[in-house]
């Protein structure tokens, strides 16, 4: 008998499985012999959540058993549990992280707010064994930076003493969010539209006709008409689903978040009448895990609504991201709701066709179905007969950086950027004046303040290699280094990059290598961006040279300004 024949296929190399570990994770989790439903692929990311929110790590042995538990290969768990930020995989023999996280926004607004000496700080005073200080990507404060999250706490207007000071209290739990309950959202109106459509008072038809007239679309980025979304996924044969996507981590975007706590049931009630248009079998919401508040708020709101039998329980499922920029792209949302790494999908099939568990899904953001009850109250009229300079509608503008007054701002779709600052924003911050901004955060590109007098909205910025995607306006004035402005951008792609496709991977990696050098290749930069918007797989990759490119095309003299060398390859500057 040979060596392997005489391997026990129940005692494999490395995978035995502990009886205590799978005990343990029974009594967190439930036992999956009495309850086999426990054992679906798509609930481990809440599992691992579970694991991770108990032992505030994870180890090889509590992932070992729990791909027993759900009957799932270790590679698979373990790919999934080292994919996502939010998870802390201890291997053998290493040493688990300190028991208190203290998380320093690295995003461009919270840099620009002195986030890298706050870090610097904060590193310097904590006792390392008792406490860990770490770099994140945005939390969608912008509006409050430096913004430090301990624990599940989040600092906003962060001071190296104010974060000690709650670290020394011990309760990291999320900070309490007023929001708008059931009772009085119904006083102003609210689940009216709902009623009419359950009982056939609105037909499809009839709503999808008053949402084109009032040229609702896609207010998460790419800006697709509501309507054409919804026909698209009506015409695939069921069961269909519909997908919130509440992960908004696009640097300098927190619009959805403030919809989420200001009206709740407003936004449920747009998603649940969207999941009725394309007649889905369930509603999920993915909320991403840096909003930890908003868990509780929705889970109390969807609470409210089975208690009042305005939905049927389970029908509305919410589901936590694990910290991945990239599961704002709907298809690796998807991956994500299914259990597994949030991995762009090759397209097509597109999500409308093949979408969750490989059924026509509609997928769409939070603010685009917050609109729908507001837009059937007031009329179409009302929602497309505002806009300036030849535009049509309403936006949401996140508004961060260089201006006194940071917020949310609802503006007149087709208002500028001076406009904004200056009629929402209050001007801009004392000492600062306008130098360039970002229209679309991280991956909207750069603009010079020259450009500062067009419109902002879909379709108006284009000519100008940039675009608006989710409204998130950064302003920048000329007492930044752009150089660390483009570097910054750049280490949040590199980072967020999923890694599946190469030109994404190591294009973000080589570009910002390249933008850390004094001396920029002109040639090089635009060929390896070149490359990259041509052959990533998706967004993030395509869009990650464009604040590159921005500066190559309208900065050249600031550039030399601030000691930097841009030429061709033969060395000469334009």
Known sequence: MSHRASLSPRRQRGRDVSPVALLALRALLGDERDN????QRNLLLEHLHVLQDAHGHLSLIELRALAAYMNLPMAAVYETATFYAHFDVVHDHQT????????????????????????????????????????????????????????????????????????????FHPEAILWQHLPTYQQEGGFELWRHCRTGRVSVEALCALLEQSGLRGLGGAGFPTVKKWHAVRQAGGPRYCVINADEGEPGTFKDRYYLEKAPHRFLEGALVSAWAVEAE?????????????????????????????????????????????????????????????????????VAQEGLFGCPTLVNNVETVYWIP???????????????????????????GRVKKPGVYLAPAGITLRELIDEYGGGMAAGHELAAYLPGGASGGILPASKADIPLDFDTLQDHGSFIGSAAIIVLSRHDNLQAVAANLLAFFADESCGQCTPCRVGTEKMLTLLESDHWDVQALTRLAQVMQDASICGLGQAAPNPVLGLLKDFRPALSQQQIIVSDAEGRTP
Not at 317 to 333: N, Q, V
Request: glycine residues 10%.
């Open 36 to 39: 086999p439903g426990l054992r």
């Open 96 to 171: 688990p992280p300190p028991d208190t996280t203290v998380r320093v926004c690295d995003s461009l607004s919270c840099q620009l707010a002195g986030a890298s000496a706050l870090h610097k700080a904060l590193a310097e005073q904590v006792d390392p064994d008792s406490v860990r200080v770490i770099r994140a990507p945005c939390m969608g404060r912008c509006d409050s930076a430096p913004v430090v999250e301990v624990g599940h706490h989040h600092v906003l207007y962060a001071t190296a003493e104010g974060v000690a000071a709650v670290v020394d209290t011990g309760h």
């Open 282 to 350: 369930r509603l999920y919401i993915y909320l991403r895990d840096e909003y930890p508040g908003l868990h509780r708020v929705l889970h109390e709101a969807v609470a409210e609504l089975e208690k009042a039998s305005l939905v049927a329980p389970g029908f509305i499922i919410i589901r936590r991201g694990a910290g991945a920029y990239i599961c704002g792209e709907e298809s690796a949302l998807i991956e994500s709701l299914e259990g597994k790494p949030g991995k762009p999908r090759n397209r097509p099939p597109y």
């Open 374 to 400: 507001l837009i059937w109250q007031r009329g179409a009229e009302w929602f497309a007969g505002q806009g300036r300079h030849g535009r049509s509608g309403l936006r949401s503008f996140s508004l961060s």
